[in-house]
């Protein structure tokens, strides 16, 4: 039987441990935290659960897609309909609602910027439109025929453009141009920059709309967890890696801290889900290709900070957004849905980005009091009654509970890494080693990382097949 190892049990190492055992291999893997889950795991603190980290929405479709590769459903999930999206609440104290219907949308637009529904009405459905011809590309490995085996090609500019360019190419200014561009200001990046796919989004929201799990994204985690006992994936918590072995031929297993197997864990495949530049900078003593070397290049995303709430009231939505500065940035408040406390409390976050180098800039005193002046401010508070704080992430807390390279969760997503290319799933050079997660697709949500664990596990099955019948 094929002995695998998944290192790092976040989404993406979940999924690829699930759908190994599935295609039956002999799986372990190895969390150096005390739980699995990575950044879309629970946190409990004062009686209540959060979101600990940064996920927001589901994209149903693909984690639907995932899901039915390991043998799961997405009524397994109790899921909720958020109808506002998101709020965004703008420089000029003005709000506008983001609906899943999208000509309530457009009628919102209209009251803000009047006259601008219309176009944004018209870029909403071209963007639905692309969609559907880049949609087979976000369930598939990555290789250079891809685009004309399955019809991407004539979403080309959606594809190849920077964010800014695609808006601009659709007349898109304005309200409505900050609504797409929000979710590249809530994770710090910069439009001009920024991959033309993320125009996508309204897509996703005015055609499937919006929603996440009852009780969280962390019911995802609790879900996952379950089956991977079930099946039968041998899972050792508080288990950091040390190294990827290997030899002249490729992987032969790793090393942990404190494996069961006293350290030394043999195995045919690798599977890494602890971040593309861990795995192959920290954990493996072999040289880089340059061509790995390019596509690890450029700038490094912050897991921002956070502020965990117990909060009183009824929130105007789940998610609102601030919008401004020069450049402009986001900040967010998400609510955490059904009350939980003894006084009926319920969770709620307050998530700012920071470039990697402003992080570093402010150091710890400097991003405490920015989380601080945050969450003081009153572009939130509407339908709150109270607000009590009861925790708070700051860069370097992030980087230490979750062993974050350089307190950073990976490359800042550009329109330049998707035209390299994300990193591999198989990689070339160190026969068995494969990697999951966000590093190796061109899409950070939780769904898009359940997609990357079934196509490392897929691709190391499949390799494995190969050889043993060679």
Known sequence: MTRVVVVGGGVGGIVAALRARQLGADVTLLEARSVV???????????????????????RIRLAWAFEQVGLGLDSLDMVEMDPAYRMQLANGQAIAICSDLEETVAAIDAVEPGTGETYRTFANRAASALAHLAPLLVRPHHPLEPLKTGAWRAGAWAALSLDQVLRRNNLTGVAADAVRIWTYIAGGDPGRAPGPLALVPALIHRDGAARPAGGIHRVIALLEAELRRVGVVVETSTPVASINHDS?????????????????????????????????????????????????????????????????TPSAEINFQVDGTPKQATAFISGGDPQGSNGERPGRIVAPLSHDRAVELGES?????????????????????????GRRLVSDWGREFRLRDDAMNLVMARRQLLLGRLPHRIAHMPGLYLAGSWTHPGQWISFCSVSGVLAADRAMKDCEMKDSA
């Not at 629970?42 to 927001?56: S, T």
């Not at 400097?366 to 009861?390: K, S, T």
């Open 37 to 59: 889950g990575g950044l879309a795991s629970g946190l409990e603190l004062d009686g209540m659960v959060f979101d600990g980290g940064p996920y927001i929405l589901l994209d």
């Open 249 to 313: 031929a490729g992987v032969t297993g790793v090393t942990g801290v404190t494996t069961e197997s006293g350290g030394q864990l043999d195995a045919d495949i690798v599977i890494s889900d602890v971040g593309g530049a861990t795995a192959l900078l920290d954990l493996i003593d072999a040289p880089l290709p340059r061509s790995l070397k390019l596509r690890m290049a450029g700038p490094l995303q912050s897991p921002g900070v956070t502020a965990y709430l117990a909060v009183r009231g």
């Open 366 to 390: 400097g991003q405490a009091a920015l989380l601080e002046r945050l969450v003081d401010q009153a572009w939130w508070r509407d339908g709150i009654e109270d607000v009590q704080i009861v």
